[in-house]
Structures are given as structure tokens and as C-alpha cells.
């Protein structure tokens, strides 16, 4: 019996380890389980209804690079680094309709970074994308305090009273949601978030 070292031709995280130590294994006994650290892979979900303004990800192979953000969280920490979409893996959730996309991570543990990031991107954990999309005419931003129920706002009307009103969201920003339908000019939006809305209250309206 002899030792041995065993190097992996790349840098890598140690996951799972399989023996222990003394153990004795033969040529093809597992040892343990690397991530490679040079690239994370991202699976996000989008909004199918959203694809049509990700023309990129029909594009061919030698097309421009794709370009993303991801954005890791932790408390009041935030961490952004840059990515790059591979394209949708052909998977659509039903219930949710969302379609998955991949994105690529390079060195997300910022091994080449100048300065080294504060947190490095934690494998397995949650994150928010931000992808590049183009550009929608004839829409609203709202906070997102201001939708209820998944897509209907608050209205001062011309009486000053509260209304109900449903509308079509056509995609989203960080802290806002865009509208597409049921808005016009004039209309009064109520942006302060309602506990217990009820319609026909009086309000206070003033413009923003």
C-alpha cells in the first residue's frame, strides 16, 4: 500500500467527501465531489410572456455576448457581479408560466477580482438576474406597493373618492412593476400602500 496525491486539473470547491481517512479504494472509487470555480451556472425563471423582448436568446452561437447581472443579497449586504445569458433550456413551468434560462457566472468567487468583492456568490444559494431587454414604448412604472392582487392599482377618481382598477403588467425593474394596459393620461394613481382599501373612500388626493 502506498500514497498517493490526487490534483483535479482545475480550481475547485470540495463538496461531498466519500471516504475517510485509512479508507482503502480502488481506480474507480468515487473520492469526493468538485465545483469548479471558474464559472457558476444560474437557472432563472422569466415570465413567458416577457420572451418576446429577449430577442438575444434566440441569436445564434457567434452572436454578440448576452450580456446579465446577478445580484446576491444578504441582509444589508448586496453583491452584483456580470454574466452572461447561454439561453432557455426548453423547459416551461405550467403553473407558474415561466420559461428557465441560463446564465453563466464567471470567477463568481471574485479569485480575479481588483479589489476581491466583500462576498463571494454562495453556491446554491438564491439570487436575482437582471437581463438586458429591449426597449417597451407606451408604458408605466409604478412602485410596487402600488398593485394589488397581482395586477390591479388604486385610483383617485375625478370625486376625489377610491377606485379599483385592473391592469396589465408587461414586466418588472428593481422595486417597480411596468404597466402596458388600463392606464391612461390623467389618471391618478395612488402610490401610498392602502391597508384594507375599500372603494368609494374619500381621499385627500395630491399631485405627484
Same mark, same amino acid.
Given at each position: ?9 482545475? #480550481? ?7 471516504? *475517510?481517512? *485509512? ?9 469526493? =465531489? !468538485? ?5 457558476? +451556472? ?19 452561437? #457567434?452572436?454578440?455576448? %448576452? ?5 446576491? +443579497?444578504? /441582509? &444589508? ?5 456580470? $454574466?452572461?445569458?447561454? /439561453? ?24 480575479? @477580482? ?9 453556491? *446554491? ?12 414604448? *407606451? ?15 388604486? !385610483?383617485? #377618481?375625478? &370625486? #376625489?373618492?377610491?377606485?379599483? %382598477? ?8 428593481? /422595486? @417597480? ?6 392606464? $391612461? ?15 368609494? =373612500?374619500? !381621499?385627500?388626493?395630491? @399631485? @405627484?
Amino acid at each position: 500500500m502506498t500514497f498517493h496525491s490526487v490534483r483535479a486539473p482545475f #480550481d475547485a470547491l470540495v463538496g461531498e467527501v466519500l471516504v *475517510g481517512r *485509512g479508507q482503502n479504494v480502488g481506480p474507480q472509487f468515487p473520492l469526493m =465531489t !468538485l465545483t469548479d470555480v471558474s464559472s457558476f +451556472r444560474v437557472r432563472a425563471r422569466v415570465p413567458t410572456a416577457e420572451l418576446a423582448r429577449l430577442p438575444q436568446l434566440t441569436a445564434k452561437e #457567434d452572436a454578440p455576448e %448576452r450580456r446579465a447581472h446577478v445580484v446576491q +443579497r444578504l /441582509g &444589508a449586504l448586496e453583491q452584483r457581479v456580470g $454574466a452572461s445569458v447561454r /439561453g432557455r433550456d426548453g423547459s416551461v413551468d405550467p403553473t407558474s408560466r415561466t420559461a428557465s434560462l441560463v446564465v453563466d457566472v464567471p470567477d463568481p468567487l471574485g479569485l480575479s @477580482a481588483e479589489p476581491p468583492p466583500p462576498q463571494a456568490l454562495l453556491l *446554491g444559494g438564491l439570487v436575482d438576474v437582471e437581463l438586458e431587454t429591449s426597449a417597451l414604448e *407606451g408604458v408605466a412604472e409604478l412602485p410596487e406597493r402600488a398593485v394589488y392582487e397581482g395586477a390591479h392599482v388604486y !385610483l383617485c #377618481d375625478e &370625486a #376625489d373618492t377610491l377606485r379599483k %382598477r385592473a391592469v396589465s403588467l408587461v414586466g418588472r425593474t428593481p /422595486g @417597480a412593476v411596468l404597466v402596458g394596459a388600463g392606464l $391612461a393620461d390623467g389618471m391618478r394613481v395612488v402610490r401610498t400602500r392602502l391597508i384594507a382599501p375599500v372603494e368609494g =373612500t374619500r !381621499l385627500q388626493c395630491e @399631485a @405627484a
